[in-house]
Nanobody
Framework: QVHVVESGGGLVQAGGSLRLSCTAP????????MGWFRQAPGKEREFVAG????????WHADSVKGRFTITRDNAKNTVYLQMNSLKAEDTAVYSCAVGPYYTDYVTRGDEFAYWGLGTQVTVSS
């Protein structure tokens, strides 16, 4: 079992920025893809961004391309989601998840094994 913990959520005005962090302790953190998902009230969970095990490859949902950026620091077992130009429709609970071993470009929730409880992001218009 991997204990995934997100932080950094909050309330921000439209056009503002937030940076989410996700830690996943473990000696093999650097061997796994990581991803961010979000779920808004009354909607299904959706993929937001993913990053490969080395950090060289990233992939983002069309809805956030050019505004959100995923990065990772393997020395700190941490993944980040920098969110700029936030919109009201970005309001959701954002969750971090541990992806498959040495595999990139995954976007389905069932491809991710361990999940955090999520952090609330609220964007006021």
């Amino acid at each position: 079992q991997v204990h995934v913990v997100e932080s950094g959520g909050g309330l921000v005005q439209a056009g503002g920025s937030l940076r989410l962090s996700c830690t996943a302790p473990g000696r093999t953190f650097s061997s796994y893809a990581m991803g961010w998902f979000r779920q808004a009230p009354g909607k299904e969970r959706e993929f937001v961004a993913g990053i490969g095990w080395s950090g060289d490859r990233t992939w983002h949902a069309d809805s956030v391309k050019g505004r959100f950026t995923i990065t990772r620091d393997n020395a700190k077992n941490t993944v980040y989601l920098q969110m700029n130009s936030l919109k009201a429709e970005d309001t959701a609970v954002y969750s971090c998840a541990v992806g498959p071993y040495y595999t990139d470009y995954v976007t389905r929730g069932d491809e991710f094994a361990y999940w955090g409880l999520g952090t609330q992001v609220t964007v006021s218009s």
